[in-house]
């Protein structure tokens, strides 16, 4: 599986940023994916996961209430809408694929990351 990752950008505090990241081959609903996302200075950190059927999904407390992970199959792309957006967020988000978990561990193929910068 690739991965492919967009939407990252620059906004000011209280803004929203929608990622995609649009996944090649047939097997992309087999796979749990999420997003994970590194800060500068600072180790990649777990955002958001969604199940393969996507009836599961499971959030960092930092982001609860404000990113919403969904997918879309049919088309081979995963979202994170991100709202109420503070400087803390930014960071180099990353989406993954593999198994359901939290850790890096658990996704064997990742995109490229995009650039999120949240200005105060």
């Known amino acids: 599986v690739q991965l492919q990752a967009s939407g990252g950008g620059l906004v000011q505090a209280g803004g929203s940023l929608r990622l995609s990241c649009t996944a090649s081959?047939?097997?992309?609903?087999?796979?749990?994916t999420g997003w994970f996302r590194q800060a500068p200075g600072k180790e990649r950190e777990f955002v958001a996961c969604?199940?393969?059927?996507?009836?599961?999904?499971e959030y960092t407390e930092s982001v609860k209430g404000r990113f919403t992970i969904s997918r879309d199959n049919a088309k081979n792309t995963l979202y994170l809408q991100m709202n109420s957006l503070k400087p803390e967020d930014t960071a180099v988000y990353y989406c993954?694929?593999?198994?359901?978990?939290?850790?890096?561990?658990?996704?064997?193929?990742w995109g490229q990351g995009t650039l999120v910068t949240v200005s105060s």
């Open positions: 993954a694929a593999g198994n359901w978990g939290t850790d890096l561990k658990s996704y064997a193929y």
């Open positions: 969604i199940s393969g059927t996507g009836t599961s999904t």
């Open positions: 081959g047939r097997t992309f609903s087999r796979y749990s």
